[in-house]
T-cell receptor
Framework: KQEVTQIPAALSVPEGENLVLNCSFT??????LQWFRQDPGKGLTSLLL?????REQTSGRLNASLDKSSGRSTLYIAASQPGDSATYLC?????????FGKGTRLSVIA | EAGVAQSPRYKIIEKRQSVAFWCNPI?????LYWYQQILGQGPKLLIQ????????DSQLPKDRFSAERLKGVDSTLKIQPAKLEDSAVYLC??????????????FGEGSRLTVL
């Protein structure tokens, strides 16, 4: 059974810092991994999708990497801003339905 | 392009009452999902449709939950009778293809249910 773990559960950083969010999964037989952002009371917004054959994806200040063999992904946020404050979730797609982690709640302090 | 539409956004009911949620996916998206997200948890899949057929409903509590997508477009999720532990946000998502074929998921804003 696929399990997804996100560390840390919560993170508070001053504005301007670069930061890394971690995601690990137990079954490396995945098709893809997706990072989402969730604002309070809102749905999920897709940030980056990494196919199993890819090592990383970039969008603006965001960079996600995938090491399928070790069951790990990281989301790197450069030059953090208060508007980045949200919960970040990773989800993996394999032979089971998309499995989510519990998320990392990020607060960027101005 | 319009996103995934869900209604109602909020619903408060008493236990043992019934409730229904509606979802209209992105136009052309064949795959539709209903997820349940309990506070502080990641979303959990309840049911997945491919067009109007059910692909996976293994985690749907079938004694009280039902879902349909009769015309392969919009979908309804019903809970009857509701329990206190059903309090959650119900998220609908859609994708152009099944994600196992690299399709990206797009989510609606969710329907928040409170059961008193």
């Amino acid at each position: 059974k696929q399990e997804v773990t996100q560390i840390p559960a919560a993170l508070s950083v001053p504005e301007g810092e670069n930061l890394v969010l971690n995601c690990s999964f137990t079954d490396s037989a995945i098709y893809n991994l997706q990072w989402f952002r969730q604002d309070p009371g809102k749905g999920l917004t897709s940030l980056l999708l990494i196919q199993s054959s890819q090592r990383e994806q970039t969008s603006g200040r965001l960079n996600a990497s995938l090491d399928k063999s070790s069951g790990r992904s990281t989301l790197y946020i450069a030059a953090s801003q208060p508007g980045d404050s949200a919960t970040y979730l990773c989800a993996v797609q394999g032979n089971t339905p998309l499995v989510f982690g519990k998320g990392t709640r990020l607060s960027v302090i101005a | 392009e319009a996103g995934v539409a869900q209604s109602p956004r909020y619903k408060i009911i008493e236990k043992r009452q019934s409730v229904a949620f509606w979802c209209n996916p992105i136009s052309g998206h064949a795959t539709l999902y209903w997820y349940q997200q309990i506070l502080g948890q990641g979303p959990k899949l309840l049911i997945q449709f491919q067009n109007n057929g059910v692909v996976d409903d293994s985690q749907l509590p079938k004694d009280r939950f039902s879902a349909e997508r009769l015309k392969g477009v919009d979908s309804t999720l019903k809970i009857q009778p509701a329990k206190l532990e059903d309090s959650a946000v119900y998220l609908c998502a859609s994708s152009l293809v099944n994600p196992s074929n690299t399709g990206e998921l797009f989510f609606g804003e969710g329907s928040r249910l409170t059961v008193l």
